[in-house]
């Protein structure tokens, strides 16, 4: 017997051989074996824990920062929904978000509350539990700054609560998460008293500017590359000469060299030999490795 054909069960869906590319902002990708949509963290907790350990898991935010190789996900893909997706701002200038719940909504949330700090998070394209597995940032912010605590289900289907300093950020990486898996499902961040119309009227700025400097209406990924010490990828990309140059469907943007766009047909293999190929190119050109920021998932075709 196949293991898709002996799962715990569930409240939540379990979908068999779903495409993954609907679910991205690439808009690209094969299927996983298996896609569970949880119903809340106690049905997310009791499927991990009887899932055949030998089964890989892997969980999708809100696929801003993902590629999906053509291939498909082996073993199951687990993406968090409407259980997930509770904002509650608290005393002490606080606020807990689910992490199904887009940074961006984090945000504007954190302002009707009168809560600062968390103005940054309106310009990040990702989801608050993607926010806290690559300590997610912009504009001289990052996620580091304003979490408390996390919380998180283990592979096993164990609860956990992790304390910013229990997650080991660094730059775009949290050493906890990379090094144990787990899926996060909620997080409380700590912020500042202020008006509510001087946040929104900070965050009306943050947009403007992604809007002038980002290809925010394309099928992009975000940042595509992590930024070298002392570098902006940006630029390496650039000075290639890459920006605009078509590699099969894919392109870095004209508008933003650090951000691939899939301008229309391109497939996953597209998008990834472009940026392994701009990898390379900076290598000889310029002896700098450019490590990915997009996290790419799955089998090739």
């Known amino acids: 017997m196949s293991w898709r054909e002996g799962l715990p069960a569930v409240r939540g869906k379990l979908l068999r051989d779903e495409p993954l590319g609907p679910f991205t902002w690439f808009r690209v990708g094969g299927p996983a074996d298996v896609l569970f949509l949880p119903e809340d963290e106690a049905d997310l907790a009791g499927f991990l824990k009887g899932l055949d350990r030998a089964v890989p898991v892997t969980p999708l935010g809100v696929g801003s920062n993902t590629l999906v190789r053509d291939g ?26 689910g992490a199904a719940v887009p ?18 998070y309106r310009g990040v394209p990702g989801s608050v539990g ?20 996390a919380t998180a289900v283990t592979r096993a289907g164990e609860r956990l609560t992790l304390s910013n300093a229990d997650m080991g950020f660094s730059y775009r990486k949290s050493a906890r998460a990379a090094a144990e898996p787990m899926i996060f499902t909620g997080a409380l961040f700590q912020g500042t008293p202020d008006a509510r119309a001087a946040v929104e009227g900070r965050m ?26 002392g570098q ?7 000075e290639a000469g890459w920006r605009g140059k078509l590699f099969g469907g894919a ?30 190119d900076v290598k000889a050109k310029f002896g700098v490795e450019l490590d990915w920021e997009i996290k790419r998932i799955g089998r090739p075709a």
């Open 72 to 97: 498909g996900v082996e073993g199951v893909v687990v993406r968090l929904g409407r259980g997930f997706a509770k904002v509650e701002a608290r005393d002490g200038a606080r606020i807990f978000a």
């Open 103 to 120: 940074d961006a909504i984090l945000a504007r949330e954190a302002a009707k509350a009168g809560i600062a700090g968390l103005e940054f």
């Open 130 to 149: 993607g926010a806290c597995v690559m300590n997610a940032g912009c504009y001289g912010a990052e996620t580091k700054d304003v979490l408390v605590e």
């Open 204 to 229: 009306a700025e943050i947009t403007a500017r992604r809007e002038q400097t980002q290809p925010i209406r394309e099928k992009t990924g975000g940042s595509t590359f992590k930024n070298p010490p």
């Open 232 to 238: 902006a990828s940006w630029k390496l990309v650039d």
């Open 251 to 280: 392109m870095f943007s004209p508008l933003h060299a650090n951000f691939m766009i899939n301008t229309g047909e391109a497939t996953a293999a597209d998008l990834e030999g472009l940026g392994e190929a701009v990898r390379a």
